[in-house]
Each structure stands twice: as C-alpha cells, then as structure tokens.
C-alpha cells in the first residue's frame, strides 16, 4: 500500500496561472479532504467529499475546485493563482464515517 | 461552525519533564477529538484520539482527558524525550462524514 499519494511535490507558479494538485489513495477510503498549512494558521479545510460524487466547501474555498473522480482521487484545482495561495497542500483520507485522518506527503507552492 | 482554540503555541520543556497542551472546541455536538503530531517537513500523524463517550485515554506516555461539559481537551505528554519535539495539533470532528476543524498547533521543543 502507497497510502496517500499527492503529485507535484514542489511547484512555482506565476500569478495568474492554473494548475492541478492530484491526490490518490489506495485504502478504499470513503472521505477524502484537501487542507492548507500556513504558519500560525494550523491546518485548515479547502473542500472535502464525504463520499463518491460528494464534495462540500470546508472554511477556505474561494479560489479553488475540487474533482472527486471516483473513489481514489480527489484532485484540487487552482484557476487563477494568486500570491495569497502560496502554502503546503495536504490531502487527507478516512476509511469511515470518523477516525484516523491519513495524510499525504504535501504539495510546496509557491505563487510568485 | 466549529471553532478550535489551542494553546499555548509554543511550549518549552526540558527532558524528562511532562508537557500539557489544552484545546477548548466550541460545538456541543463535537464528539470526537484526535490529537496529530507533525514533525518538521513531515506530514501529520495521529497519536491519540477520544470520543465524547470517554473522559480519559492513556497510550504509554501520551495521555488526552476530556471535559464534555467545559468542552476542553488536553494532551499529556509524560518522560518528555528529544524525538517528542514537534507540532502538535487538536482537532474536533461531529463524525459522520463530517469536516474535522483543527486548532493551530502548538510547538513543543524537548530540551536535552
């Protein structure tokens, strides 16, 4: 098992730029999240999908997409990015309803 | 929506001595509470968690108690060694399929 798995590890981007952040999961795992990690800011939700063909806004949406594809992938989607946007990506899965929160490796951006 | 507050932020200890994080969560309906240890550049782990259902949980020298009825939980971490430096985050979740909410994290630094 890779566990969580999130593509690219580091990017730059220039504002304004799109990109994709994938995320993969090889636990049959139902709920799927996307986070940002800022210093003093902790850990705080982008969007998340309960399940297959679900996804919610978590605290911090504006700016972002999400895809959840099937079961495994859930990707993150930046349209146009911005400076503010510069973070360490974590996606996370759970294999039920509640419990253990498994992470990925993290994805560096940086928005010049 | 659920509101986590974690302190201190920082916290230095010297070897041997415990160490005491305290969150406090704001929605009644928050019924479980894991705790994740995130050591520099890695990706968080969960170390410990508890449910609404129980008041104290013990795992060698980690231990998290809860009161339901002040909506604070607390981490304890006994025998303090080097390798517990890290951050550690507190987090809330209502369960079933729902957002976890995190607090900010605390940086513990174990002096030898």
């Known amino acids: 098992n890779a566990g969580v798995t999130q593509t690219p590890k580091f990017q730059v981007l220039k504002t304004g730029q799109s990109m994709t952040l994938q995320c993969a999961q090889d636990?049959?795992?139902?709920?799927m999240y996307w986070y940002r990690q800022d210093p003093g800011m902790g850990l705080r939700l982008i969007y998340y999908s309960a399940s297959e063909g679900t996804t919610d806004k978590g605290e911090v949406p504006n700016g972002y997409n999400v895809s959840r594809l099937n079961k495994r992938e859930f990707s993150l989607r930046l349209e146009s990015a911005a400076p503010s946007q510069t973070s360490v990506y974590f996606c996370?899965?759970?294999?039920?309803?509640?419990?253990?929160?498994?992470f990925g490796p993290g994805t560096r951006l940086t928005v010049l | 929506g659920e509101n986590v507050e974690q302190h201190p932020s920082t916290l230095s200890v010297q070897e041997g001595d415990s160490a005491v994080i305290k969150c406090t969560y704001s929605d009644s309906a928050s019924n479980y509470f894991p705790w994740y240890k995130q050591e520099l550049g890695k990706r968080p782990q969960l170390i410990i968690d508890?449910?609404?259902?129980?008041g104290e949980k013990k795992d060698q020298r980690i231990a998290v108690t809860l009161n339901k009825t002040a909506k604070h939980f607390s981490l304890h971490i006994t025998e303090t060694q080097p390798e517990d430096s890290a951050v550690y985050f507190c987090?809330?979740?209502?369960?079933?399929?729902?957002?976890?909410?995190f607090g900010i994290g605390t940086k513990l630094q174990v002096i030898p």
């Open positions: 508890i449910r609404s259902n129980v």
């Open positions: 987090a809330a979740s209502k369960g079933s399929y729902q957002k976890v909410t």
């Open positions: 636990m049959n795992h139902n709920s």
């Open positions: 996370a899965s759970i294999p039920t309803s509640e419990g253990e929160q498994f």
